[in-house]
């Protein structure tokens, strides 16, 4: 098929390098020049694992980017995959999926060629029939019947991404009609997934709803995780036990500082928004977000119980990016925690394998050190703030330590002597 997808930001690079790797022919239009290019020559503009790996495969081959809407005429299918960050009151600004529509209009004018657009930004519910369908429809007039709409939410995990698009637990698709719905289902027929497909409101509402759910399973066990600390039990212990029921399952109760990203804190206030745009009260989503905001600070009360005044202490602080296999540090609990000792007088000096950079644009100023044992050497004490599988490893870097205090805010480490914000 041939599949154009507009922006080549995270989710739409991943999702046209696995159309384009499931041997569909896929353009990327993406404005920013200079990510044209590099996706055109192969080198992926953000990292991300295995991607490199098939982008090398694929670009120049049966995926190209360019930075204008000519030639989408030829699509089968034009995945919307631009981004919806937050306003300053935490709903979703929707000027990049309005824009991007308006250009799919103009660009399909004359087509006659059918063409399914579809959704796959995270949007509020409502937004592909009253904001997107609206403004692809303008320019092209009552010639309706060559184009159809879907809604088609990602379920994709940073640092996971590529096999996460490559085996689903499902494929959502809401459409208006069966027919375009067909189209979109036909571009998965190669993954063994099943195919969920419902309204497009109904769509757009599962994505909302699985990130808010996956907030909440977190925010749950970081309050159990708390009660579990005064009780003097592992929460660790208590969710695996949990964890069995398979009315419950094991995944996403690790308790620890709480959920960042760009998309649970993000996504939950959205819905937070929109639930009170009609009235509703969200108690339970409000809590979320409040329990996830409380958590930092639990890992710093720790400390100063341990080490009292942080003034000129050294603190090495293991683990930047918010979570593990990525560079990115969008919302990541570190930023609050760092944020904390620095107003607090501590001395920081820092490791993360990858997202030290990407830190140094938020905190130009603290000493960043490219393995954790120097990071660690005279510390009056370390946190630890990321689940790097490799700090799991980290065992002898840690008598490098001016006092071995040691509290973990993920429960990574395997060596004695540690103590966990919520264990
Ligand atoms: C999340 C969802 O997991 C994806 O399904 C979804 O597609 C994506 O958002 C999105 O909306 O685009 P992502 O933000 O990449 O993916 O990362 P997660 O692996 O879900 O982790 C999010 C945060 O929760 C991280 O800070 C992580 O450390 C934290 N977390 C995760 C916990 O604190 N405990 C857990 O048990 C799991």
Request: aromatic share 8%; glycine share 10%; net charge negative.
């Amino acid at each position: 098929m041939n599949i154009t997808v507009i922006g080549g930001g995270y989710v739409g690079l991943v999702t046209a390098s696995c159309f384009a790797y499931l041997g569909h022919t896929v353009r990327i239009v993406e404005i920013d020049t200079g990510k044209a290019d590099l996706i055109n020559q192969g080198v992926p503009p953000i990292y991300e694992d295995k991607l490199e790996e098939i982008l090398r495969q694929i670009s120049g081959k049966n995926l190209s980017a360019q930075s204008h809407y000519e030639g989408i005429e030829d699509a089968d299918i034009i995945l919307i995959c631009v981004g919806t960050p937050p306003q300053d009151d935490g709903s979703a600004d929707l000027r990049y999926i309005t824009g991007a529509s308006e250009s799919i209009g103009y660009a399909l004018k004359g087509s006659t060629k059918y063409h399914v657009i579809t959704v796959k930004s995270t949007v509020p519910p409502g937004t592909t029939e009253s904001v997107v369908i609206p403004a692809v429809m303008k320019p092209l007039g009552d010639i309706s019947d060559t184009v159809g709409f879907c809604m088609n939410p990602e379920f994709l995990r940073e640092g996971r991404a590529i096999d996460d698009f490559l085996h689903p637990d499902r494929i959502v698709i809401g459409g208006t009609s069966q027919k375009a719905i067909e189209v979109v289902q036909k571009a998965y027929e190669k993954l063994d997934a099943p195919v969920i497909t419902t309204s497009l409101k109904a769509a757009e509402m599962i994505k909302y709803t699985s990130n808010a759910f996956l907030a909440t399973k977190i925010s749950f066990s970081n309050e159990i995780g708390n009660i579990c600390k005064k009780l003097g039990i592992d929460v660790y212990e208590v969710m695996k036990g949990v964890g069995y029921d398979h009315r419950i399952n094991p995944y996403f109760l690790n308790a620890g500082l709480g959920f960042g990203g760009s998309c649970f804190p993000k996504d939950v206030m959205a819905l937070i928004r929109l639930a009170e745009r009609y009235g509703e009260e969200p108690v339970l989503l409000k809590s979320v977000i409040e329990v996830n905001e409380q958590q930092p600070g639990r890992i710093i009360q720790l400390l100063r119980t341990r080490i009292g005044d942080l003034k000129e202490k050294k603190i090495a602080v293991l683990g930047l990016a918010f979570k593990d296999n990525t560079d990115d540090v969008r919302d990541s609990r570190s930023i609050p925690v760092i944020s904390e000792l620095l107003e607090q007088g501590a001395i920081i000096s820092a490791f993360d394998p990858m997202a030290a950079d990407s830190m140094k644009k938020i905190f130009p100023s603290l000493s960043y050190y490219t393995n954790a044992g120097d990071a660690l050497e005279g510390a009056d004490a370390c946190l630890v703030l990321t689940e790097w599988p490799e700090f799991s490893k980290l065992g002898s870097e840690f008598a490098r330590m001016k006092n071995q205090v040691i509290i973990e805010g993920r429960k990574i480490l395997s060596c004695s002597g540690i103590e966990g914000v919520c264990w």
